[in-house]
């Protein structure tokens, strides 16, 4: 058999067989990538959509403890890569797949039980469509908050004191000052969105620089309030924050929590951070509110329309986004592509989680993490 498109190592061959069968069928190209150094030892299979090269290398050195057969998949899991997963026993996926009804119904045929993700949100899932399909869902609903918190404080400071154009000036011998202008973040007010287990480790750091660190969340943390963090409503946080990060989930409620009427409320020249969901904030608005200069300073690693462009590399392409080619025309905004999560401590965590999770759903064993289950 021609495996030319196809490397496959350790799995049975119904499995490989029907791999096969369907990228010889399908109207798009793809390639299972397999990087099993060592034999399987479970006859359990799962199947990563969304991959790049750092996954493989995290999932296949971790997957040395558990011993699954595994191998990934570089496209998202949507319509039309769903038949892929015929013959596995789980498939795992990314923020920006899209697990609707038909894509649920889909693996469902091909014997998929278990579908986990390996991140924390879930706003792309058709989780009714799961249980009505019999898929059990679980995810990471926590890796290292530190590493998105810290991300955030790092924008921060990169629009602040422009370290960034700072970096390319020096390199092109300017040692000019002009223009890099920055503030103190000591004794500033800080407004924190959201207290969940990233908005807190975030409200934590920030009070380390001195400021005023105001919250709003519908639950109050009692350790936050015992450290000087003071709970207040959304409308305070909007006119008297220096800085706003977005910290909460997407949910029907938080969808373009900025909008028109809420930068209305800013203070003028005010520091937005978003390293949540992209859809918290309506991105045309904010657009206008950098015109207008009521937005000072925007720092984002998730945008609404992310799915198109994150995680490629698009440097010899042309980017019809007309959107996000604005947004960063303006010397005043950052944009990172969904590096919040990066590190190696969240990695490690998120694959262990999602191994475990799996192993637990598919051998019947009690789920030990808190947090995990969607559909259980």
Known sequence: MDYTNCYKTGYKPPFNYLLKSVFLHSTIKERVITQQNIMPTSDKKILFFSTQPYDRD??????????????????????????????ADAVCAFVNDKPDATVMATLAAAGVKVLALRCAGFNNVDLEAAKQNGIKVC????????????????????????????????????????????????QKTVGVVGTGN?????????????????????????????????YVSLDTI???SDIIS?????????????????????????????????????TNMVIEGLKSKKIGYLGIDVYEQE???????????????????RLMSFPNVLVTAHQAFFTEEALYQITKTTF???DEILSGKPISQPGVMLVP
């Open 246 to 282: 977005l910290h909460c989930p997407l949910n029907d409620k938080t969808k373009h929590l900025v909008n028109e009427s809420t930068i209305s409320k800013m203070k003028k020249g005010v520091m937005l951070i978003n390293t949540s969901r992209g859809g918290l904030i309506d």
């Open 139 to 186: 995810r990471v609903p926590a890796y290292s908050p530190h590493a998105v918190a810290e991300h955030s404080v790092a924008m921060i400071l990169t629009l602040n004191r422009k370290t960034h154009k700072a970096y390319n000036r020096v390199r092109e011998q300017n040692f000019s000052l002009n223009g890099l202008l920055g503030f103190d973040l000591y």
């Open 356 to 358: 475990q999770s799996i």
């Open 198 to 230: 990233i908005g807190k480790v975030f409200a934590e750091i920030m009070t380390g620089f001195g400021c005023k660190v105001l919250a709003y969340d519908l639950v109050k943390d009692v350790e936050l309030e015992k450290k000087g963090i003071e």
């Open 307 to 325: 799915e198109h462009l994150f995680f490629r590399d698009l440097s010899a392409s042309i980017i019809e986004d007309d959107t996000i080619q």
């Open 238 to 240: 909007l006119e008297q």
């Open 58 to 87: 995290f999932f296949t050195k971790q997957n040395e403890e558990w011993g699954f057969q595994i191998d990934f998949i570089e496209s998202r899991l949507r319509q039309k890569t769903a038949n892929l997963a015929q013959g």
